[in-house]
């Protein structure tokens, strides 16, 4: 069965500070990569995925992440978070040809001004 | 577009009763999807529907939960008794056909179970 492993419960940061989130994911086969995003009210959005190819992947808003197969790894980073980057974030796998998605506990990111 | 909708956005109700939720997915997408979220864990998977077909409901945690989609269009899903345990938020999806990945979620329906 697959697992999504985020260390990350509660990050505190303050704007312009760099941000990096880990994930890390349990998974004997080939899988798709996300990184979601929750802002305070609002639905869960897509932020960037990894399905092949280049394993640093850019997203919306500034965010990357890169895929690291040998370590099992999907970390999503942004040089320099504003205080509208305030939302929970969710790392998500599926294998290649199910499209259920396995979903990570979630990082609450707080960004003070 | 309009997105997914989702309705309630909140319900509270006792153990023991039963509770409709209901998600209508962007016009024409085919694939539906519910997840849910308990007490701040992770979001898991309950199942997947194809049009009015459920492709995938490995994820549906007891019988006391049952999943419908009429005409292939909204979805409901029905807790039936509702226990403790069932508290939390339940999202919906969809996805058009061939859209692989390109979910769209619903805000969530937070259901409370006292």
């Known amino acids: 069965a697959q697992s999504v492993s985020q260390h990350n419960h509660h990050v505190i940061l303050s704007e312009a500070a760099s941000l990096e989130l880990g994930c890390n994911y349990s998974?004997?086969?080939?899988?798709?990569l996300f990184w979601y995003v929750q802002y305070p009210g609002q639905h869960l959005q897509l932020l960037l995925k990894?399905?092949?190819?280049?394993?640093l992947v850019k997203g919306i808003k500034g965010f990357e992440a890169e895929f690291i197969k040998s370590k099992f790894s999907f970390n999503l980073r942004k040089p320099s978070v504003q205080w509208s980057d305030t939302a929970e974030y969710f790392c998500?796998?599926?294998?290649?040809?199910?499209?259920?998605?396995?979903f990570g506990s979630g990082t609450r990111l707080q960004v003070q001004p | 577009e309009a997105g997914v909708t989702q309705f309630p956005s909140h319900s509270v109700i006792e153990k023991g009763q039963t509770v409709t939720l209901r998600c209508d997915p962007i016009?024409?997408?085919?694939?539906l999807y519910w997840y849910r979220r308990v007490m701040g864990k992770e979001i898991k998977f309950l199942l997947h529907f194809v049009k009015e077909s459920k492709q995938d409901e490995s994820g549906m945690p007891n019988n006391r939960f049952l999943a419908e989609r009429t005409g292939g269009t909204y979805s409901t899903l029905k807790v039936q008794p509702a226990e403790l345990e069932d508290s939390g938020v339940y999202f919906c999806a969809s996805s058009p056909t061939g859209g692989g990945y390109g979910y769209t979620f619903g805000s969530g329906t937070r259901l409370t179970v006292v």
């Open positions: 990894y399905f092949s190819g280049d394993p």
């Open positions: 998500a796998v599926a294998s290649v040809g199910r499209r259920a998605l396995t």
């Open positions: 016009s024409g997408h085919d694939n």
């Open positions: 998974y004997g086969g080939t899988v798709n």
